[in-house]
């Protein structure tokens, strides 16, 4: 299997994690909250984090990945950018109606297109542009119901959409800056994350519930789905790590949509959530925009291959010609003959 092919079944695999890990930590969580009444979702986030950095820590020691430090400043104000976040689309959804967090949610795409034009110069086709557009409108058909406004709630929405994109540009262009790999990242970054969580979400939680995380009566079997949550949301963070790295943050976010289907679905099938023919159409149509835009995705990463293999291609070539040239007057200058053979002989070492 060739370099490209490895990568394509890699991108799979890592997408694949993703959405099994996350219908199951949602479906969990559900039950967690829905049925046993735990409702503290900031500070189950930060109980998350610390267990994943805790799983990744005794990776590191059975050497399952190497630890690679890098700037301290960077992966701290990546961390605490992360915590902060989570922590304002939680405040969204608190103090805004579930239409309007589900708008939210929404607006993430485009934002993110938006920054990366203008602060990456990063180029969308119009191609893509279309399926994200039809993606957008199938699952804002699908889950948006009412639009309540409020002013409180709409300046934590906006805070929540800017934090969310620039964390998964960062969780991006910190791995190729760097050159290190989602696990490194997520494990030098996942302590900022928690404690950030750990500090504020008891304070979150009891605003927006007006119940006391420390008083609640955890049950064994409470504590059963919370230490299942846990385990879960291991796999949750290192697939968002690794598929932010493998592809984009857009293409993150055309995945979450695909789990909010997923989600939509299994509720109906699983937990008999109420289904109408307005979620069943804004689904379909979320699907066709997915197809479209794993479709063009496909065909602009092919001709970027080509490309990139042409340039290869010509490279070669231009680095043959010298060759020939000297090969054809050598009997003009032999000294000189002997120093163009010497440095193309060191020249040839240090590509290879």
């Known amino acids: 299997m060739g370099e490209g092919g490895g990568f394509q079944l890699g991108t799979v695999g890592a997408l694949s994690l993703s959405v099994v890990s996350s219908v199951s930590i949602v479906i969990c969580n559900k039950a967690l909250m829905s049925s046993l009444g735990f409702i503290f979702a900031t500070t189950l986030t930060s109980w998350h984090l610390l267990v994943t950095f805790c799983s990744l820590h005794v990776a590191l020691l059975m050497k399952l990945f190497e630890h690679k430090p890098f700037d301290r400043k960077a992966v ?3 961390g605490v950018l992360n915590g902060i976040s989570i922590g304002l689309l939680n405040l969204s959804l608190g103090f805004n109606s579930v239409g309007f967090y589900q708008m939210t949610k929404l607006a993430i795409i485009p934002c993110t297109v938006f920054l990366e034009t203008v602060f990456l110069a990063k180029k969308f086709s119009r191609s893509i542009q279309l399926s994200l557009t039809i993606l957008l409108l199938g699952v804002g058909i699908a889950t948006v119901t009412d639009l309540q406004l409020n002013l409180l709630g709409s300046v934590l929405s906006l805070l929540a959409v800017v934090t969310t994109c620039i964390a998964q540009i960062m969780t991006n262009t910190i791995q190729k800056k760097f050159k290190v790999s989602s696990t490194q990242l997520l494990y030098q970054s996942a302590p900022y994350q928690a404690l950030t969580l750990f500090i504020s979400g008891p304070f979150l939680d009891g605003l ?3 119940q006391n995380v420390f008083a ?13 949550s846990c385990l879960i949301s291991v796999s949750v963070n290192f697939s968002t790590f690794l598929v932010i790295g493998k592809t984009s943050p857009v293409t993150y976010q055309v995945l979450g949509h695909l789990k909010t ?16 023919w307005r979620n069943i159409f804004g689904i379909l149509v979320a ?3 997915m197809v479209f835009y794993s479709y063009f995705c496909t065909i602009e990463g ?6 990139a293999s042409s340039q290869v291609l010509q490279v070669k070539d231009d680095e043959s010609d010298p060759l020939i040239g000297t090969e054809t ?3 003009i200058n032999d000294d ?3 120093q163009t053979a010497q440095a193309w002989s060191s020249n040839k070492d240090l590509h290879a």
């Open 76 to 78: 701290m104000g990546f």
């Open 208 to 210: 927006l519930t007006n």
């Open 216 to 228: 609640f009566n955890y049950t064994p079997q409470v504590l059963i789905f919370i230490v299942l």
């Open 261 to 276: 289907c997923l989600v939509l679905a299994f509720g109906y099938v699983l937990l008999h959530d109420p289904f109408s």
């Open 287 to 289: 699907i066709v925009g």
């Open 302 to 307: 092919q001709q970027k291959a080509r490309e």
């Open 329 to 331: 007057g050598a009997g």
């Open 336 to 338: 000189g003959a002997a």
